[in-house]
T-cell receptor
Framework: GENVEQHPSTLSVQEGDSAVIKCTYSDSASNYFPWYKQELGKRPQLIIDIRSNVGEKKDQRIAVTLNKTAKHFSLHITETQPEDSAVYFCAARKAAGNKLTFGGGTRVLVKP | NAGVMQNPRHLVRRRGQEARLRCSPMKGHSHVYWYRQLPEEGLKFMVYLQKENIIDESGMPKERFSAEFPKEGPSILRIQQVVRGDSAAYFC???????????FGPGTRLTVL
């Protein structure tokens, strides 16, 4: 089955700096890659997603890039703010299936 | 438009008891997914259901766990004879169509004493 690896597991950045989280997936049939943000004790919330027919997508301070050949995708947060502090999860889904396979998560701490 | 609802939000059970977790999808959503999150870990898929049908239960433990999504009412995840290792946060998500974006509920935090 699909396997998603996520790095780093923790990331501490200074407010205003950029944060980058990387994920790799194993199944070349995966074609949908969402990113979720989960604050402590709260539900995961979708922040951005990308499909395999595009290489990059941007939404204000958040961008995601996808390299299908290498089977990896990344989340980029620019101009980080304290409210960006949370755990971020990447996920992958195959075209033929519906379940999301999640990475292990990255705990991001933005220091003021 | 109310989001995905789950209840109870917190559930405490003693070993050997049964746990019943409920999930009401968003209005108009007929696809429900259950995920389990152990402390400090990512979410792991358990089961995918449509109304009255289990579509994919490849992530469900073979024993003690069952799920249903009846024609009327919420989806239910049932854990019989709970053990300490069942302690986790259980999230359900719903989507309006197959392959659509999944919206998560607030989760049920199960503690087994």
């Amino acid at each position: 089955g699909e396997n998603v690896e996520q790095h780093p597991s923790t990331l501490s950045v200074q407010e205003g700096d950029s944060a980058v989280i990387k994920c790799t997936y194993s199944d070349s049939a995966s074609n949908y890659f969402p990113w979720y943000k989960q604050e402590l004790g709260k539900r995961p919330q979708l922040i951005i997603d990308i499909r395999s027919n595009v290489g990059e997508k941007k939404d204000q301070r958040i961008a995601v890039t996808l390299n299908k050949t290498a089977k990896h995708f990344s989340l980029h947060i620019t101009e980080t703010q304290p409210e960006d502090s949370a755990v971020y999860f990447c996920a992958a889904r195959k075209a033929a299936g519906n379940k999301l396979t999640f990475g292990g998560g990255t705990r991001v701490l933005v220091k003021p | 438009n109310a989001g995905v609802m789950q209840n109870p939000r917190h559930l405490v059970r003693r070993r050997g008891q049964e746990a019943r977790l409920r999930c009401s999808p968003m209005k108009g959503h007929s696809h429900v997914y259950w995920y389990r999150q152990l402390p400090e870990e990512g979410l792991k898929f358990m089961v995918y259901l449509q109304k009255e049908n289990i579509i994919d239960e490849s992530g469900m433990p073979k024993e003690r766990f069952s799920a249903e999504f009846p024609k009327e009412g919420p989806s239910i995840l049932r854990i019989q004879q709970v053990v300490r290792g069942d302690s986790a946060a259980y999230f359900c998500a719903s989507s309006p169509q197959e392959g659509g974006e999944q919206f998560f509920g607030p989760g049920t935090r199960l503690t087994v004493l």
